[in-house]
């Protein structure tokens, strides 16, 4: 079975600081994307990164995706209370089926 | 925007009852999945369905059974409730043009 870990499992920053989370695997992964989900809500799609050694940027979001195609980390700079959520990533199989596999989650807490 | 809607935000069943969770979307997607989310062990994938009344298994279905007779909606079945399935229930639909899953915005399932 596939799993995806991830790093920290809770983070509480002040504003203004930088932060990184990992999503780590032993398997290969034929994509891997990254969901922030708030209270009371669903999870929200923020990026799908799927070559390895790619490098995305979202405003103050940089996502990376591992040479190997089996890690994953975020990277946020001057973290506001709005960041504030749960991260979480997922990996799409090499199989091809649509059993996307979801890491344990990141709560983060950006203090005002 | 896509929508994804639940039946319920909240739910309250008792042992041994029969629990029904609906999911509807409005953007004509083939593909929905619905997941159960715990406290540490992010979303896990209970069932999913590529169209009409096709479904598959995913990580954890024992216990629950799926529906899906027209293509806006899949519904989730608890056939017998127990304890162990007290839950946050979320449902999704894949846009398989961008490989975005759009999510609901979840029923907390309480069994007593």
């Known amino acids: 079975t596939q799993l995806l870990e991830q790093s920290p499992q809770f983070l509480s920053i002040q504003e203004g600081e930088n932060l990184t989370v990992y999503c780590n695997s032993s398997?290969?992964?034929?994509?891997l994307q990254w969901y922030r989900q708030e209270p009371g809500e669903g999870p929200v799609l923020l990026v799908t990164v799927v070559t390895g050694g790619e490098v995305k940027k979202l405003k103050r979001l940089t996502f990376q995706f591992g040479d190997a195609r089996k890690d994953s980390s975020l990277h946020i700079t001057a973290a506001q209370p709005g960041d504030t959520g749960l991260y979480l990533c997922?990996?799409?199989?090499?199989?091809?089926?649509?059993?996307?596999?979801f890491g344990t989650g990141t709560r983060l807490k950006v203090l005002a | 925007d896509v929508k994804v809607t639940q039946s319920s935000r909240y739910l309250v069943k008792r042992t041994g009852e029969k629990v029904f969770l609906e999911c509807v979307q409005d953007m004509d997607h083939e593909n929905m999945f619905w997941y159960r989310q715990d406290p540490g062990l992010g979303l896990r994938l209970i069932y999913f369905?590529?169209?009409?009344?096709?479904?598959e298994k995913g990580d954890i279905p024992e216990g629950y059974s799926v529906s899906r007779e027209k293509k806006e909606r899949f519904s989730l079945i608890l056939e017998s409730a127990s304890t162990n399935q007290t839950s946050m229930y979320l449902c999704a639909s894949r846009d398989s043009s961008t490989d975005t899953q759009y999510f609901g915005p979840g029923t907390r399932l309480t069994v007593l």
């Open positions: 369905s590529y169209d009409v009344k096709m479904k």
């Open positions: 398997s290969v992964f034929s994509s």
């Open positions: 997922a990996g799409a199989p090499t199989s091809g089926t649509y059993k996307y596999i």
